[in-house]
């Protein structure tokens, strides 16, 4: 089990954010509207990006749990779109970061 997965698992309320913050981020909408843009099927993108149809839906569906960078950048890439990752400074660390660093876990 990845680190990610551990931490998620042993943390609920991380787990909750993470959600929460992964709703904000929109990504399954994005790629369906993208996808459907190009005029492709499911079928012919997991093709394209080497993967399973049912791996695309999935994604798509938001069940994709942990989907690896490397995976969004494939498909973005073969939909002809591009991935932006930005990174902002919190004014306000929120109390379960402010934990885990107190407790040396960051």
Do not use: C, F, H, Y
């Amino acid at each position: 089990m990845a680190w990610v997965e551990r931490r998620l698992k042993e943390d609920p309320q991380l787990r909750v954010e993470v959600e929460a913050l992964i709703d904000e981020i929109g990504l399954e909408q994005d790629l369906i509207q993208l996808r459907k843009a190009r005029g492709l099927s499911q079928v012919r993108l997991a093709e394209m990006v080497g993967v399973t149809q049912p791996a695309i839906a999935k994604i798509e569906s938001g069940k994709a749990s942990n989907m690896q960078l490397k995976t969004l950048l494939r498909i973005v890439t073969a939909l002809g779109g591009r991935v932006r990752i930005e990174i902002q400074r919190l004014d306000r660390v929120p109390k379960t970061l402010e934990r885990r660093a107190a407790a040396g876990e960051v």
